[in-house]
């Protein structure tokens, strides 16, 4: 192999290399847009939830009937 076939074959190598690292990137920015709306998710059920832990026991609560 000529030193020219190990550079240019050095060159695809490191732009196989970019293609994976940018289709990673995208993935993991995927990803983190589902934990942030996970995280967002959890902090309402949460504060839902201690809004009715708060609630006074002789108090009738509102059933919702369809």
Excluded at 39 to 64: C, F, K, N, W, Y
Aim: glycine share 4%; proline share 3%.
């Amino acid at each position: 192999m000529s030193l020219g076939e190990r550079i240019w074959d050095t060159f695809a190598t490191v732009i196989q290399i970019k293609d994976r690292i940018d289709a990673l990137k995208e993935t993991v920015m995927k990803q983190q847009d589902k934990i942030e709306d996970l995280t967002g998710r959890v902090i309402r059920l949460e504060t839902a939830l201690s809004m009715l832990h708060q609630q006074p026991r002789d108090t009738p609560r509102l059933s919702h009937k369809d």
